[in-house]
């Protein structure tokens, strides 16, 4: 049977298993704070139980130890006003002596990451990166697209403007996806009406910033039967809505008690503007300047600025950007007077989604595939469209880059392992 979490321990005898989380010997008395996934619990061993007091003299910090006993309760314990008295214990292993702590600057921390993710604040995020997954796939189930599970190894690049990692497949040339976008939009011209997908996603990007990592996990969202963007749009800002009150609901005030951030649930519509009228406020109000090799995109340091534009013009913490040039976007995206029928998705300053509606018709799809330089090695994709397609769209989110926003962290320590251009262990 397996043992009980701490929380779920009830008054009177337990028996269980934790981590040694701190130690404190004194002459008589033995104070252990031992620690799961669900909470922490301060044992105390007394000099009267010789042999129990020499086995917890023994203990270390990262140790794993079954205990059997008595849960009681005392209002003089900090700790949850309750302590654990064992008539038993147990050492499953024995740690050495650990090679990080909360000091240790984040590359050191990255080589021991399993031991780095102890921490209360490392567990949350991923209980709170849980429960955003949950909920955004709840959301989907609910709105009746299809889950899907595309192939990470494919015959040819999926966006046409971010690098691919080559892998040699047999007697031929193969690439880790970029996104499961092909895909996508092939599932909808089978007719499964929308389709979404939780999935590695690979960038050979040498960037090495806080947001970047050439390994991420993607969340995936493409519907049909759509008369404009505006309805992936309204998709998205539902589906971020949705899932931050999930969040909100459950871990919101453990968030504002470990890292001080108020998590806040987005109201709906998100304020949206038009990618000219970015430029000219954030020139205006901030003194920003486009550099002209931009002309037609948002970099990252305009991306930034947007954070404090969409308080002070809408008091909301996201802002969707349209007007993108067709040159700065991919190649399917449809194009209506000269500009790309798509958006950016801006939350807290930084970009977490491109989202678009594709581009449907074979022979115009063909014609912007080619105005990008793109031969024959996408034909396979274009065949999707020559049978019949529905108009659609769809956008995608990195899992790891909403972490890293809920908790002000870098990327480094808001993805479980981060893969980076120098970073291929643990």
Known sequence: MRYKKIIDLELGTNKFQA????????????????????????????????NLFNIASKLSI???????????????????????????????????????DENSLIDHKIKYRWIDLRTKKNQLMWKVQ?????????????????????????????????????????????????????????????????????????????????KHATEFTGFDVEISNIESVDDVIKFEEDLIAFAFAKVKAKYGEEIKKLFNIEFIVPTTPFP???????IKELNQRYGYVLPESEHGDLPTEGEKLCRQLSLDMFG??????????????????????????????????TEITTGAMREHRFNELSTQAREKGLGKSIDFYLEFFKYGAPTHGGFGIGLDRLTMLIFNKSIKESQFIFRGPKNLDP
């Open 19 to 50: 981590f040694v989380q701190n130690i404190r010997i004194k002459k008589n008395i033995i104070f252990i704070i031992v620690n799961d996934i669900s909470s922490e619990l301060q044992v105390t061993v007394l000099n009267k139980n010789e």
């Open 316 to 349: 909301h913490e996201f802002l969707i950007v349209t007007g993108y040039d067709t040159k700065k976007r991919a190649f399917y995206h449809i194009r209506k007077d000269g500009i790309a029928q798509g958006y950016d998705l801006i939350w807290r300053g």
């Open 130 to 210: 849980t429960t955003l997954a949950h909920a955004m796939r709840e959301f989907c189930v609910d709105n009746e697209l299809l889950e899907i599970h595309s192939p990470k190894i494919i015959s040819t690049p999926s966006e046409s403007g971010a690098e691919v990692f080559e892998v040699n497949y047999f007697d031929s040339k193969a690439y880790l996806a970029q996104s499961p976008q092909f895909y996508k939009q092939m599932a909808l011209a089978a007719g499964f009406g929308g389709v979404f997908e939780t999935g590695p996603v690979f960038r050979a990007e040498n960037s090495n910033t806080h």
């Open 272 to 278: 949206r503007m038009d990618l000219a009228d970015v």
């Open 62 to 100: 990262g140790s794993v130890i079954n205990l059997e006993g008595e849960l009681v309760s005392n209002p003089n314990v900090i700790l949850n006003q309750k302590e654990f008295l064992p008539t038993n214990i147990e050492i499953v292993n024995l740690a050495e002596e650990l090679p990080i």
